[in-house]
């Protein structure tokens, strides 16, 4: 999604203004999205949540399911709109996006400065005459900064789930137009694990506020079903266009 992200600086981007999104067609290429636990109470009716390995921290991180093959997003049509009534966070926020300072606990807000959004003619100004902030990119930090929050929340979450070896393989046989494919390569919660868990293991899980998102990530697997067809309507779609 991002192409060129630098920190946001009045320096190089005094005269930078950002023009309102018309459509999503940025994220048309895009099968997956990262989303934080906080939003799998709403995402869990229209799209499957599963877990990535991320073998560098040796954890998992979650994601939404948005398209069966890379590079297809199910849920963008022709004309870029968003065919759901839930749209995650990372796509939300963009052109926008937080990234590590190199100081632990500190972030830096920068831009997609290769987006076409990114212009000096049309939209909202980024910093005022006098060099300063203006309250729109104020709104972006604080946004961003809740946001970061939440990312916090679910590392603490995936990396309690990883410690209690929770994640297993998810390999789903499904059927599309006819034929049997497999849905592999991504993670999902144990649900036999979750159920043998000791009881003072099973507290301390509800206790950190982490069984919504688990029953939340176990019930959204369904919606893979919605994935198909979205998936067998897309030619009819495309051709009718």
Same mark, same amino acid.
């Given at each position: &999604? ?25 994220? *048309? ?7 934080? $636990?906080?939003? !799998?109470?709403?995402? *869990? ?6 877990? %990535? ?7 998992? /991180?979650?994601?939404?399911? &948005? ?17 759901a009534s +839930?749209?995650?966070?990372?796509? /939300? ?23 076409? @959004?990114?212009? #000096? ?28 929050? &939440? #990312? =916090?929340?679910?590392?603490? !979450?995936?990396?309690? @789930?990883? $410690? ?5 393989? =998810?390999? =789903? ?13 991504? +993670? ?8 043998? %868990?000791?009881? #003072? ?13 688990i029953y939340?990530?176990?019930?959204? @697997?369904?919606?893979?079903? /919605?994935l198909l =067809?979205?998936?067998? #309507? ?8």
């Amino acid at each position: &999604m991002y192409k060129t992200l630098v920190p946001i600086n009045k320096a190089r981007h005094a005269s930078k203004k950002v023009r309102q999104a018309e459509g999503f067609g940025y994220a *048309a290429g895009f099968h997956i999205a990262s989303i934080m $636990a906080h939003e !799998f109470a709403r995402a *869990a009716s229209i799209y499957p949540i599963v877990f %990535l390995e991320d073998k560098a921290e040796n954890t998992f /991180r979650p994601v939404v399911l &948005m398209g069966l093959e890379s590079g297809e997003n199910l849920f963008v049509d022709t004309a870029g709109k968003w065919q759901a009534s +839930y749209i995650p966070a990372i796509i /939300r926020r963009y052109p926008f996006a937080l990234a590590s300072s190199g100081q632990e606990g500190q972030y830096t807000v920068c831009v997609d400065e290769g987006s076409d @959004l990114i212009n #000096d003619n049309e939209g909202v100004a980024l910093f005022n005459e006098q060099g300063e902030p203006t309250e729109s990119l104020e709104n972006v930090k604080k946004y961003l900064a809740e946001l970061q929050q &939440m #990312d =916090m929340f679910t590392r603490d !979450f995936c990396a309690a @789930l990883t $410690a209690s070896n929770m994640f297993t393989p =998810m390999n =789903m046989r499904v059927r599309q137009a006819e034929q049997i494919r497999n849905i592999n390569g991504c +993670y999902v919660i144990n649900e036999e694990r979750l159920n043998s %868990l000791s009881v #003072d293991r099973f507290v301390e899980l509800r206790d950190k506020r982490y069984l919504p998102a688990i029953y939340a990530h176990l019930v959204s @697997l369904a919606q893979v079903e /919605r994935l198909l =067809m979205l998936k067998d #309507d897309r030619p009819a779609v495309q051709a009718a266009a």
